[in-house]
């Protein structure tokens, strides 16, 4: 059973973390810790976990009141391209649009853009480089509100 939620327990935030970490930084070569940041006690949480297993995780930020940010999408390395980035995706934006906001945007690793392209973003264009080194491209959706 696939179910996307909030991790509750502490044993549930560590490994939501941990993927965080593994996926995300680690391969930067950055120490842990650099997982984490300010928007973390903001932000809404989204796990996605197939029997119990945690797979995938992102963050919902608020831009604004009618913009908000996907960040911090990461699926588990050897279940890559099996549709669980879409998946915790479509939960993030089923409560983006429940929320009110009229507009996704995300900064995209370069080798990320074909799969948000996949999704419907529209590429914006070059934005900033993390830790210097990684160039990221702004996108953005529109949100589509049920009548
Ligand atoms: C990027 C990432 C979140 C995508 O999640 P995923 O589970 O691997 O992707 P999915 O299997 O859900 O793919 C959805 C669609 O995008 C396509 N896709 C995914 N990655 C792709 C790529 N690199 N190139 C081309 N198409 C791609 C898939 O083929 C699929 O298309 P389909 O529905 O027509 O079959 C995941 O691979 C990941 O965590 N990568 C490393 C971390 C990262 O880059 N995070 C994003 C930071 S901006």
């Known amino acids: 059973m696939i179910e996307v939620t909030i991790p509750k327990s502490t044993k549930e935030w560590n490994a939501y973390y941990d993927l965080r970490y593994r996926i995300l930084r680690e391969p930067l070569g950055k120490e842990r810790g650099s997982e984490k940041n300010e928007g973390d006690e903001a932000g809404i949480h989204f796990a996605l976990?197939?029997?119990?297993?945690?797979?995938?995780?992102?963050?919902?930020?608020?831009?604004?009141?009618?913009?908000?940010?996907?960040r911090f999408v990461a699926v588990e390395?050897?279940?890559?391209?099996?549709?669980?980035?879409?998946?915790?995706?479509?939960?993030?934006?089923n409560q983006a649009v429940g929320l009110g906001y009229q507009k996704l945007i995300l900064h995209a690793r370069d080798y990320a853009l074909p799969f948000y392209e996949k999704l419907?973003?529209?590429?914006?264009?070059?934005?900033?480089k993390l830790f210097d080194v990684l160039q990221h491209f702004e996108m953005f959706k529109v949100l589509t509100h049920r009548e």
């Open 120 to 128: 419907g973003y529209t590429l914006v264009g070059p934005s900033y």
């Open 49 to 70: 976990y197939e029997n119990t297993q945690l797979i995938a995780v992102a963050r919902l930020d608020r831009v604004d009141v009618s913009i908000c940010q996907a």
């Open 77 to 93: 390395s050897h279940l890559q391209g099996k549709g669980y980035g879409r998946s915790i995706m479509t939960a993030l934006e």
